[in-house]
C-alpha cells in the first residue's frame, strides 16, 4: 500500500506515534488509508451538510474495512460572491482547491480517496488535484436542490431572481412579487437545480465514469441520496483492498475517451458554458490532447436532447432523474452513431457502456428521443473570426433571439460599467453589448456575467441584444451571450480595440464572431493601445495574474 511509506517499519515510530494521537489502533496499520476530500462550508446552500455526509461516508469506510482521514477544500459561492469584487476570487478558488488535494494526499501518502465536491469550482479543481495524486478516487457530490415555486405553482430558481431584479428595474413586477421569488427560489440544501456550471459538472462526472449513476441528478437530503453516498464509499474501499488498486488510478479511468464522452453528454444536455472553461483544464492536467475546436466537431454529431433550466425554465434536475437520469440519455444518445459515446472503464468496474446500456428514457416530453431533438446539433459552439482568433464560446441551448445578429458595439470596460449603463438605459434593442478586461488575466479571475446578463433578460432585452465578453457567464445565464472571448482584452486581443459603433456580426451556426473593421484602421488603433490594468491590493490575485493563462486554456496556471 502506497500508506506503508508512513505506517510500516522500525524508522516509522514517530509517524505511527503521531498518527496514534488521532485514534489508529494496532489493528489501524494494517488496513488501507483513504481520504475523506470534503468540501463543507457553511455559507453554500450546497455544502453546508456536508459535514453530515462526511460522517455517513467514514462510517462505512470504517464499517468496510479501511480508515477514512478526512480534509477540507474551501469554497466560493459564486451566486453569492456575484455583482461585486468578491467573484475575483472563484475562479482563482479552483487552483487553490486543486493545489489542496495534491498537497494533502501526496503529503500523507494515502492510499485512495473519496471526494465530496459540489458546487462552482470545487468540482474541477478537487478533479484537477486528484489528477495530479492519481490514486483509485470516487467522487459522490452533494446532489441538487429541488426547484422552488410560487404560490400559483411556478417553477423557479435562482436564475428566476437574478432576472427578477431586471424585471423590478423595468416595472414589470412589484417589489412583492421580486420578495416572492426571493423567499422560494431555493428552498433546501443542495446546488441550484437547473442545469448551472454546478449540476453540469455533477453530470459530466458520470459521462467521465469516475462517479456512481445518478451523481448528477438524485436530489440533495433524501434517503437515495444517503444511499449513493453509502454505495460510493463501499466502492471505494472494494477498490483499495483489491489485489490490484492501481487499475482504477483515476488517470486509467479519466483519459481521452472519458473527455470526450464528457463533452458529448455535455452537447447533449445543454450544460453550462464555464464546462468547457473546466474540461479543458481537466484534459491538460489529465495529459489529454484536446483543444477548443474537437468541441464543434463533437458538437456536429450529438443532438440536443434534454433542455433544462435556464434553457428551459419548467424543467429542472429533478424533473432528468424522474425521466430517466443522466444515463438514459447517454443511452440514446448512442443511436445516432455507435461511436458517439467511447467505451471506457469506470470507477464501478464496469464499462460506460455497461453502465448505460439498459437505462431507459421514463419521460419522452423531458428527455427527447434523438427523433425528436431539440437541436440535431449541441446545445455549445465555438464561435471564430477576427474578434475570437482563438475562439469564443456560446451556450446555444440558451439562445431566445436569432442566431445571426449584425449590431453596433456598445464597450464597457468592466462588469460594474456595464451594469450601470444597462440600467441607466444605455443599452438599446439592436446593440451588441461588449464587456471587456473580465477575461482571467484582465479581471482578474474572469467574473461571471450573471448579473448583466439577467437585468438584460429582465428588462424584456433578452431576444433583442447580444453581449460578448473575455470574461465568463454563470450557469444560469441565457440569450445570445459569448463569452471567454480569447485573446482577452489584457493581453492587446481586439476586443479591447473595439469601440462604440463599431459592426459586430455574429453567425452561430456558422462559428463566425468578427468584428468588421478594416485591417488599416485595427493597426492604427492598436498603434496607439496600452491595455487597461486594474490595480490590486490582494497578493494571491497578483500572483494569480502572473501566471494565468487565457480561456482558450481552460485558464490554467502556467507551470513554469
Not at 465530496?116 to 490514486?135: E, Q, S, T, W
Not at 444536455?269 to 466537431?297: C, P, Q, R, W, Y
Not at 424584456?460 to 471567454?484: E, N
Request: glycine share 10%; charged share 25%; hydrophobic share 40%.
Amino acid at each position: 500500500m502506497r500508506s506503508d511509506e508512513i505506517k510500516q517499519g522500525y524508522s516509522r515510530a514517530p509517524h505511527r506515534s503521531l498518527l496514534r494521537a488521532t485514534g489508529i489502533k494496532n489493528e489501524d496499520f494494517d488496513k488501507p488509508f483513504i481520504g475523506v476530500a470534503n468540501s463543507f462550508i457553511e455559507i453554500i446552500p450546497g455544502h453546508f451538510y456536508l459535514n453530515k455526509v462526511a460522517e455517513i461516508i467514514k462510517d462505512e469506510i470504517r464499517a468496510q474495512g479501511c480508515v477514512p482521514f478526512e480534509f477540507n477544500s474551501i469554497g466560493v459561492d459564486d451566486g453569492i460572491a456575484m455583482g461585486h469584487d468578491g467573484m475575483l476570487y472563484s475562479l482563482p478558488s479552483r487552483e487553490i482547491i486543486a493545489n489542496g488535494i495534491e498537497t494533502v494526499m501526496n503529503a500523507h501518502k494515502l492510499d485512495a480517496m473519496i471526494a465530496i465536491p459540489n458546487c462552482d469550482k470545487i468540482v474541477p479543481g478537487m478533479i484537477m488535484g486528484a489528477l495530479r495524486v492519481n490514486v483509485p478516487t470516487v467522487f459522490v457530490s452533494g446532489g441538487p436542490m429541488a426547484a422552488g415555486h410560487l404560490e400559483d405553482g411556478t417553477a423557479i430558481d435562482l436564475a428566476t431572481v437574478f432576472e427578477g431584479v431586471g424585471e423590478y428595474e423595468a416595472g414589470e413586477i412589484t417589489e412583492e412579487q421580486l420578495q416572492e421569488m426571493e423567499c422560494n427560489a431555493c428552498p433546501s440544501g443542495g446546488s441550484c437545480s437547473g442545469m448551472f456550471t454546478a449540476n453540469s459538472m455533477n453530470t459530466l462526472m458520470e459521462a467521465m465514469g469516475i462517479a456512481l449513476p445518478g451523481n448528477g441528478t438524485i436530489l440533495a437530503l433524501t434517503k437515495e441520496r444517503e444511499e449513493l453516498f453509502r454505495s460510493a464509499a463501499r466502492r471505494i474501499c472494494d477498490i483499495a483492498k483489491s489485489e490490484n488498486p492501481s487499475e482504477f488510478n483515476l488517470r486509467n479511468i479519466l483519459n481521452e475517451n472519458a473527455v470526450r464522452n464528457a463533452f458529448s453528454v455535455d452537447m447533449a444536455m445543454g450544460g453550462s458554458s464555464n464546462t468547457v472553461l473546466h474540461m479543458l483544464a481537466i484534459a491538460d492536467e489529465a495529459g489529454v490532447d484536446f483543444n477548443l475546436k474537437d468541441i464543434n466537431a463533437i458538437s456536429q454529431r450529438v443532438s440536443h436532447i434534454a433542455k433544462i433550466s435556464p434553457s428551459l425554465t419548467t424543467v429542472h434536475m429533478e424533473d432528468i432523474n424522474t425521466a430517466g437520469g443522466v444515463s438514459a440519455v447517454m443511452n440514446e444518445m448512442r443511436k445516432r452513431g455507435e461511436d458517439i459515446l467511447r467505451d471506457n472503464l469506470t470507477v464501478t468496474g464496469e464499462s460506460i457502456i455497461e453502465r448505460v446500456s439498459q437505462a431507459e428514457i421514463k419521460d419522452t416530453n423531458i428527455i427527447h428521443t434523438i427523433d425528436n431533438p431539440y437541436s440535431e446539433v449541441g446545445g455549445l459552439a465555438i464561435l471564430y473570426g477576427n474578434l475570437a482568433e482563438q475562439g469564443a464560446v456560446i451556450k446555444t441551448a440558451g439562445i431566445t433571439g436569432d442566431r445571426v445578429v449584425t449590431g453596433k458595439a456598445i464597450c464597457f470596460n468592466s462588469q460594474d460599467e456595464a451594469i450601470a449603463g444597462i440600467t441607466g438605459g444605455k443599452v438599446k434593442a439592436g446593440d451588441v453589448v461588449v464587456i471587456r478586461y473580465e477575461g482571467p488575466k484582465g479581471g482578474p479571475g474572469m467574473q461571471e456575467m450573471l448579473s448583466p446578463t439577467s437585468l438584460i433578460m429582465g428588462m424584456g432585452l433578452g431576444d433583442k441584444v447580444a453581449l460578448i465578453t473575455d470574461g465568463r457567464f454563470s450557469g444560469a445565464t441565457r440569450g445570445a451571450s459569448i463569452g471567454h472571448v480569447s485573446p482577452e482584452a489584457a493581453e492587446g486581443g481586439l476586443i479591447a480595440l473595439l469601440e462604440d459603433g463599431d459592426e459586430i456580426h455574429i453567425d452561430v451556426d456558422n462559428y463566425i464572431l468578427e468584428a468588421r473593421i478594416s485591417d488599416e484602421e485595427i493597426a492604427r488603433r492598436r498603434a496607439n493601445f496600452t491595455p487597461i490594468v486594474k490595480p490590486l491590493k490582494s497578493r494571491w490575485l497578483r500572483q494569480y495574474r502572473a501566471l494565468v493563462t487565457n480561456a482558450s486554456r481552460g485558464a490554467v496556471l502556467e507551470a513554469e
